[in-house]
């Protein structure tokens, strides 16, 4: 029995003097976008943790894109992300080519402490593809110069009973009786084909209310993907007319000018 015991206590002992596995283990977590349009740049988030490194050690990471088409990419094979740090965060600035492709975005995180050292590869698939570009022009029939005009691009897709908010962007300004046009660029990787409606959106107030009396208005028109498009180099230009039409009670409260 007290050989059992002190066999026992020998392999303990052994068992401790032996690194746990696990913590040499490097596990890095990639954040970004999964679709980005094409010629677009994003901000990708790079952490990691365990191996030597986390002993005190250093990571080092290399990353870059790899596709079809690298033109105009960044980082690329030729101009590779490379940072040392013993403080394992990075913010990569990513740009992708003007070339509809799906790209892969390699990391490659080392953890090392003297001569000990271990890597983890991670691959992220970047789908880039070409937006769609959904655009309004927006009148003001007032003799007042209007600020600030918020226009909110709603889409419904085929077989959707709902519309969706995609996008929204502001006219800095728009003369009396002059018109101005919005346009805002909707990233979606594979389009359903089939008849969308687009419903812009002018809410003035943003009040989250439609009241057409003080001057907020909304239109729909229809837009279609399909017809043997190649969807991921596709550009869609669906263009609406929006009037901002004022009502009298509108006109009658005279809104201060904006400066």
């Not at 746990?20 to 349009?37: L, Y």
């Not at 359903?192 to 009040?207: F, K, M």
């Amino acid at each position: 029995m007290k050989r059992a015991v002190l066999s026992l206590l020998i392999l303990f002992s052994l068992l401790s003097l032996v690194p746990s596995v696990a913590s040499q283990d490097v596990v890095v977590n990639v954040e970004g976008p999964s679709v980005m349009t094409i010629g677009g740049k994003a901000q990708f988030n790079v952490t990691a943790a365990g191996g030597p490194g986390e002993q005190g050690g250093t990571y080092n990471i290399t990353a870059f894109l790899i596709g079809d088409n690298l033109t105009g990419a960044d980082p690329s094979p030729g101009n590779v992300f490379i940072n040392l740090t013993t403080e394992p965060h990075w913010e990569i600035n990513v740009t992708v080519p003007y070339a509809a492709q799906t790209m892969t975005f390699e990391v490659n995180v080392r953890s090392s402490l003297g001569n000990d050292s271990t890597f983890k590869i991670v691959r992220t698939k970047i789908r880039v593809v070409g937006p769609i570009i959904l655009s309004a022009e927006i009148h003001n029939p007032l003799e007042y110069e209007l600020k600030g005009v918020p226009v909110d691009f709603y889409v419904k897709k085929p077989g959707e009973t709902e519309s969706r908010l995609v996008g929204s962007s502001t006219i800095e300004s728009i003369a009396p009786g002059k018109s101005e046009y919005a346009s805002f660029d909707w990233i979606i990787a594979n389009p359903e084909p089939g008849q969308y409606t687009l419903t812009v959106v002018v809410d003035l107030d943003r009040d989250g209310e439609i009241d057409e009396s003080a001057g907020d208005s909304v239109a729909s028109s229809y837009f279609y993907v399909g017809g043997g498009v190649d969807y991921v180099t596709w550009i869609l230009a669906a263009l609406i007319i929006v009037l901002a039409l004022l009502a009298a009670m509108w006109l009658i409260r005279k809104p201060k000018r904006r400066p």
